[in-house]
């Protein structure tokens, strides 16, 4: 994992104290509303619905041992004693209070955590794929360019007033698991036919109201170009985005208003300019940066375990937990474990202040001290022996993240809605809630497959809706909540936009619904289908024509 | 007298500002004109004695001052509203492309805590709207006492400048 040196500390510190000085000025009357706006976005302070709502960068989903439990502390001293696991691999307190932030950034200093950036029209969070490093069917770790560009993008005096946020996506496996081709910038990492490293370039991806899958402009970007080519692209953006009308302001409108061919014109001829220049990456900068990536000290283990072996026979529970929640490692003998923040009635991604103390207990234990954060909004342990996995699970049931459903239905996508947010058309929870409990039997569960729901409470897109399988978005019909049910979105390899079902539905049928859809695909589907592939083969008409027989 | 910030100082701004300018009228010894105006008929002004500059807003292309790059004394840029960015790249495309090494302005609605980025995309002077404390502003210049990327300040970043 990345580790803070001198500069690091010293540029994190000096935000601290930037941002107090801010805060006070604020509270004090000597800047406007309008004017600590920006100053307080760009360091992940929302004001909503009830209170501020601060958000803390986790840099592309790594946190250590400690800082999760720091994060507890927090929890605990300045907020309710949970947080919330965004869908962009960072973490969210829903309770703060605006004079205690700069003290919480001060805290959270100590652990080598911020939020510089987690908001605002600026470069936000780099995200990508939570099995990094250790995927069986990873190709290049793109953890060190997350960091590079971590590193780039910070307090970047160019960038910082852009029309509108930007997201960069860096995935690095077969299976994309970062969901690039839905961000502004979205990375492939990998090597051409020469051995050489480099990166697929996609552009223009996003969600929203406007949702869009990114274009290729660059098919191999070597390794040294990354940040000349990312400034040229942001320079562009910069100079010629909309900055009119800021639901048409992000990065995917001025391509989409240019074409895919003129844009990357564009792009090329700013970065002639920029190209070989002072920010064209040292092979010494790569190795420094990638030496905080090495591998852990890994046991020699055998392929097979027969330890395992033996558990999973002897307890169909446990079994259920491996089939789902345990990864393939690319280390013989190891695995990697999801710890489920899916278990019904428990808000998607939130962890309470226990869960907290608890996961940082077991990633000491079990994983080298190590968490990562999904955009799927779960845990991961990266790095658990084999042997290890059964006692693991055990540990998790008793603080309630052993929920089998790693990309099951019922391990829903879902941003915090109406309880929260002040945009929401609808709440958003109590609709995973009740769909978690429509569907709490196991067997069929399990049966049902690989099945992304995801939920937004609003067109902003926060939950993902529009690259769900199942997608629900919230809308307000004559100041009443209804929800309007999509299918077909793929957030993988396969990118793709749900496509509307039809007329929205009241909150109380929403399960019944779900449960029609479901029960055309398994009406439908060949041995072995997955709800995607049906639904791609037979199409939305079968789906439609049930539901609303059924549902109206 | 109306100041500015350069320098890192607050000295008074000892230029005359035309916010629009007609062929023929008589321009004050140090001035700065909308560079529209100027681009209409820029060999006029090489009979000017004095110091000349142009402003530009957020939307114009710098690169048409290419060729004027050095006879003029000052350029301001204007950000019509202190969330519009788009200055900063134009700075910088003039200092680092066009090579431009004159006073380089921002005018308009600019914040004390926007001064450090300002400073780091290469302006070098600094016109606060008229109720903002520019003593206390001077503080915004120096945020930051390191930076990882490079800019027109710093072209090199950190990690060509780091000793470990
Ligand atoms: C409660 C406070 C929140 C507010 C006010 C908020 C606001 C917004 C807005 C306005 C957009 C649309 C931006 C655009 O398309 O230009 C957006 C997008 C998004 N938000 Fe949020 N959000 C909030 C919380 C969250 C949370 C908790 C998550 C993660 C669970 C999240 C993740 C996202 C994501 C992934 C997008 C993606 C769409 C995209 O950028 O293409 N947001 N948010
Ligand atoms: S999708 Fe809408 S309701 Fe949900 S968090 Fe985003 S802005 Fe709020």
Same mark, same amino acid.
């Given at each position: 994992m990345y580790k803070y040196d001198a500069y690091d500390k010293t540029i994190v510190a000096e935000r601290v104290a930037q941002f107090r000085d801010q805060t006070q000025r604020y509270l004090e009357g000597k800047l406007t509303d309008a004017e600590f706006l920006p100053l307080r976005l760009q360091n992940g302070l929302y004001i909503q619905r009830f209170a501020p709502m601060l958000r803390v960068a986790i840099p592309y989903g790594m946190v250590s041992a400690k800082q999760i439990r720091k994060l507890a502390e927090i929890s605990r001293q300045f907020d309710k004693g949970y947080v919330h696991f965004s869908t962009r691999q960072n973490v969210q307190y829903n309770w703060p209070k605006l004079e205690k932030v700069p003290d919480i950034l001060a805290e959270l200093a100590t652990v080598e955590m911020h939020a510089i950036q987690?908001?605002?029209n600026c470069i936000r969070n780099t995200t990508t794929d939570?099995?990094?490093?250790?995927?069986?069917?990873?190709?290049?770790?793109p953890r060190p360019y997350c960091e590079i560009i971590r590193q780039w993008s910070t307090f970047h005096p160019e960038f910082a007033y852009l029309p509108r946020k930007f997201k960069i996506a860096i995935n690095g496996a077969k299976?994309?698991?970062?969901?690039?081709?839905?961000?502004?910038i979205g990375l492939h990492a990998q090597q051409n036919d020469q051995g050489e490293l480099g990166f697929r370039v996609l552009v223009g991806g996003g969600l929203g109201r406007t949702p869009m899958i990114g274009t290729e402009i660059c098919d191999f970007l070597p390794e040294r170009h990354l940040l000349t080519y990312l400034e040229a692209i942001l320079r562009v953006y910069n100079r010629y985005?909309?900055?009119?009308n800021k639901y048409k302001a992000r990065i995917k409108i001025l391509v989409k208003a240019l074409g895919a061919d003129a844009f990357r014109a564009k792009v090329e001829a700013e970065w002639q300019h920029l #190209?070989?220049?002072?920010?064209?990456?040292?092979e010494a900068e790569v190795t420094r940066i990638s030496q905080h990536f090495s591998s852990p000290d890994y046991a020699d283990l055998p392929v097979e375990n027969t330890q395992l072996q033996q558990d999973l026979q002897q307890d169909p529970n446990f079994r259920h937990w491996y089939e789902r929640n345990v990864t393939a490692h690319k280390v013989p003998g190891y695995a990697i474990a999801t710890l489920s923040l #899916?278990?019904?009635?428990?808000?998607?991604g939130d962890a309470s202040d226990q869960q907290l103390e608890a996961a940082a207990d077991l990633a000491e234990q079990f994983s080298f001290g190590e968490i990562r954060v999904s955009h799927q909004q779960n845990l991961v +342990?990266?790095?658990?022996q084999q042997d290890h996995l059964y006692t693991l699970w055990q540990e998790a049931l008793r603080f309630g993240?052993?929920?089998?459903?790693?990309?099951? +239905?019922?391990d829903v996508i879902c941003c915090p809605g109406g309880d929260f947010c002040?945009?929401?058309?609808? #709440?958003s929870l109590p609709i995973a809630e009740a769909i978690q409990r429509r569907f709490d039997d196991l067997d069929y569960l399990h049966d049902i497959g690989d099945l992304d729901l995801n939920i937004s409470?609003?067109?902003?897109a926060c939950g993902h809706h529009h690259v769900g399988h199942i997608g629900i978005l919230g809308v307000d019909k004559k100041g009443a909540e209804f929800y309007q049910v999509q299918l077909g979105?793929?957030?993988?390899?396969d990118a793709s936009l749900g496509k509307i079902l039809g007329p929205s539905f009241a909150r109380d049928v929403m399960p019944d619904v779900i449960t029609s859809i479901i029960d055309v695909y398994l009406a439908h589907?060949?041995?072995?289908?997955l709800f995607i592939d049906t639904y791609r083969r037979i199409g939305i008409q079968p789906f439609k024509d049930r539901v609303y027989a059924s549902n109206n | 007298m109306p100041v500015i910030i350069k320098n890192q100082k607050v000295i008074s701004d000892t230029y005359t500002f035309y916010s629009s300018y007609t062929s023929g009228d008589v321009l004050a010894e140090r001035s700065i004109i909308p560079i529209d105006d100027f681009l209409?008929?820029?060999?006029?002004?090489?009979?000017?004695?004095g110091s000349l500059g142009v402003w530009l807003d957020?939307?114009?292309?710098?690169?048409?001052?290419s060729s004027y790059i050095h006879q003029l004394a000052v350029i301001a840029i204007n950000f019509?509203?202190?969330? $519009?960015?788009?200055g900063y790249s134009i700075a910088r495309v003039l200092r680092e492309r066009l090579g431009y090494q004159g006073e380089l302005r921002a005018v308009g609605d600019i914040l004390h805590d926007q001064l450090f980025y300002l400073k780091r995309c290469g302006f070098d002077a600094f016109k606060l709207?008229?109720?903002? $404390?520019p003593e206390e502003a001077l503080?915004?210049?120096?945020?930051?006492?390191?930076?990882?990327q490079g800019a027109? $300040?710093?072209?090199?970043?950190l990690f060509r400048r780091r000793l470990h």
């Open positions: 987690t908001s605002g939570q099995f990094a490093g250790v995927a069986a069917d990873e190709l290049v770790d299976q994309d698991r970062a969901a690039v081709q839905v961000h502004d985005g909309r900055r009119d #190209k070989d220049g002072p920010q064209t990456l040292t #899916k278990a019904t009635a428990q808000a998607p +342990l990266a790095d658990v993240f052993a929920t089998p459903n790693i990309g099951l +239905l019922t002040a945009l929401a058309n609808a #709440k409470g609003c067109m902003n979105g793929s957030a993988y390899n589907r060949t041995s072995e289908e | 209409a008929n820029p060999t006029q002004f090489e009979q000017h004695s957020s939307h114009h292309e710098p690169e048409v001052l019509p509203s202190f969330t $519009d960015g788009r709207h008229a109720e903002k $404390d503080r915004g210049l120096n945020a930051f006492s390191i930076s990882y027109s $300040d710093h072209p090199q970043p």
